[in-house]
Structures are given as structure tokens and as C-alpha cells.
């Protein structure tokens, strides 16, 4: 059996169209597949609409425990039903999943270094529940995760939903062959940020480098391609960062350890 696991972030969520496209051709996907949602974009807008002011760093969000209530009811609450009614009406099984349920990722509580994250968990590398996983996709069940984890004392946490795709493809590559695929609105990695169509086919260590120090890979694809490379490390079989527009063709950038 081979998995695909495919993440989507609020850009596209927050975008009907381009939403619906994804959604359509998610549902057509063959195979055992999982959905791995963010809407860090969404969250920011709830959050400024109740007076609160978003704050990040290095890509993560500063999670108080108001934002905590925040991103739980965003992420767990209305995008992951909205994302699993879509589904369900395309003909697609999907089974809304947090991390707390099922016990299906366990994280911890990111320890206080130079900066103070709050309620932010990294999942434990043995922190996937995969036989739950592996059962519910041999039933025909197509689980939808969102960004929220638990640390298995009645904590919630808040996790960078791309952590949560490069963790769940990893823990299922110890019983199937899984492909990871990073969708976003852009049609893969740029080699010149202002050219939509300037799309490096591959991305490996060396290059990486390059790229950074040149200030060509930035902002949240630096997280995105560290998760790339780690996933590809601990046994995921292919990584491909691409267009949400183009989930079914062979296209955007592949990563390459
Ligand atoms: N070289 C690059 N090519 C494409 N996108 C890049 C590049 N460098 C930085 N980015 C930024 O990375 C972002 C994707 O990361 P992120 O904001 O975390 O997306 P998502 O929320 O969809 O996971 C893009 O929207 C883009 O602004
Ligand atoms: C700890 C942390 O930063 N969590 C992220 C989870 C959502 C996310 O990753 O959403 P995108 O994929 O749309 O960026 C956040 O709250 O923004």
C-alpha cells in the first residue's frame, strides 16, 4: 500500500476558488491518501477581529491561552468541518481528526529557550497513533488532521501544520511506502520570488544552501523544506512542494536529500 499525505495551508484555504479545485481533485486522488490542513491566515483574522494582535516567530505562533481557545476553535472547529463536509459531499469519506482524538499525535509542550511559545507542542517522534491511522484507511476512511495537538495530560497544543504533515508521512513510511506533497499557491519553489513561472525542478541540500544565503528562499519555505528534508531522512519516499491548482499532475518542485 502506498499513502499520500498532502498539507494545504490558509492561503488556500481562505481562497474559495482556488479551494474548491484542490478539494475536487483531492477527492479524485487514487489510492489511501491523508489531508493535513493549517489556516494560520485565518486564525490571524479571527484573532485581530477579537482585539488580539498575532505574534510570530521564526514561522511559529506565540500561543497564549486565549489564542490557545483561538486556534482550537478555528482550526479543529470550523476549518476542519467545513474542509470535511466539502469532502463528504465529493463522494470522499472524510474522518475529522485533532491530534487528541484517538490519541493520534502526542506532543510536548515546546520548552522556554530564548522565546516563550506558550501552549506550541513538537510532536513526539513516536507520538503517532499509526495502527489507528493504517485501520481507518483500510476501512475506506480518508482522516482529515488539523494543527492541534495534546501532550496526553488535557493539554491542547498548537503545532505548525507543516510539522504535522512531515511527522504523520514519516511515522507511516514504518508500514507503508508514503509520498508527501506540500500544496500551496505558488507552483513550487522560486528561483526569482516575483516570477510565478521561475520554478526550480529540484531542490537538494546544496542548492538549499545556496538559495538561502542568497535570500532566494525565505520566510515559511525555509520551515517547509527543513520538514521536507527531515521527512525524506526518517523514510518518506518522495517530497514534492507544488500548486494547490495542480495536485494530479506531475509538477512544482521535488525535493531531493
Ligand atoms: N523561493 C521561494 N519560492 C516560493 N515561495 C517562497 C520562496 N521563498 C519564500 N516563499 C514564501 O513561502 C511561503 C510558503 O510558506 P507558508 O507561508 O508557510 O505557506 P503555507 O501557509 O501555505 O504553508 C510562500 O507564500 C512564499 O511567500
Ligand atoms: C505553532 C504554529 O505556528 N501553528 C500554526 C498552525 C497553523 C498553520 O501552520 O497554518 P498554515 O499551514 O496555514 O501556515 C499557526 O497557528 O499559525
Redesign the pocket.
Known amino acids: 500500500m502506498k499513502i499520500s499525505v498532502i498539507?494545504?495551508?490558509?492561503?488556500?484555504i481562505d481562497h474559495p476558488e482556488k479551494l474548491e479545485k484542490f478539494l475536487t481533485e483531492f477527492a479524485k486522488l487514487e489510492g489511501a491518501k491523508i489531508l493535513v490542513h493549517?489556516g494560520?491566515?485565518i486564525a490571524s483574522g479571527l484573532s485581530k477581529q477579537m482585539g488580539i494582535t498575532p505574534k510570530m516567530v521564526d514561522?511559529r505562533r506565540i500561543t497564549d491561552a486565549q489564542t490557545l481557545d483561538i486556534v482550537t476553535m478555528t482550526y479543529a472547529g470550523l476549518l476542519n468541518k467545513k474542509l470535511v463536509a466539502k469532502l463528504q459531499s465529493l463522494g470522499c469519506n472524510a474522518l475529522g481528526l485533532s491530534g487528541a482524538d484517538a490519541g493520534v499525535i502526542h506532543a510536548d509542550k515546546r520548552p522556554v529557550k530564548t522565546v516563550d511559545y506558550g501552549f506550541v507542542g513538537d510532536p513526539r517522534d513516536d507520538g503517532v497513533n499509526t495502527s489507528f491511522l493504517a485501520t481507518a484507511i483500510k476501512t475506506g476512511v480518508v482522516p482529515v488532521m488539523c494543527a492541534i495537538t495534546h501532550d496526553g495530560e488535557g493539554q491542547l497544543l498548537n503545532t505548525n501544520?507543516?510539522t504535522i504533515a512531515s511527522t504523520v508521512a514519516k511515522a507511516m513510511s514504518s508500514v507503508s511506502d508514503v509520498d508527501l506533497v506540500?500544496?500551496?499557491?505558488?507552483k513550487?519553489?522560486?528561483?526569482d520570488?516575483s516570477d510565478d513561472d521561475s520554478v526550480?525542478e529540484l531542490v537538494n541540500p546544496e542548492n538549499y544552501t545556496a538559495?538561502k544565503d542568497k535570500k532566494?528562499?525565505?520566510?515559511?519555505?525555509?520551515?517547509?523544506l527543513d520538514n521536507a528534508f527531515e521527512a525524506l531522512e526518517k523514510g518518506v519516499s518522495r517530497v514534492v512542494i507544488r500548486s494547490s491548482n495542480d495536485l494530479l499532475e506531475p509538477s512544482g518542485t521535488e525535493i531531493l536529500a
Not at 188 to 191: D, E, F, Y
Request: charged residues 20%; glycine residues 22%; proline residues 6%.
Open positions: 498539507k494545504i495551508g490558509g492561503n488556500v493549517g494560520g491566515k514561522g501544520a507543516d506540500y500544496c500551496f499557491e505558488k513550487g519553489v522560486l528561483s520570488p526550480i538559495y532566494v528562499i525565505t520566510d515559511g519555505m525555509i520551515p517547509k
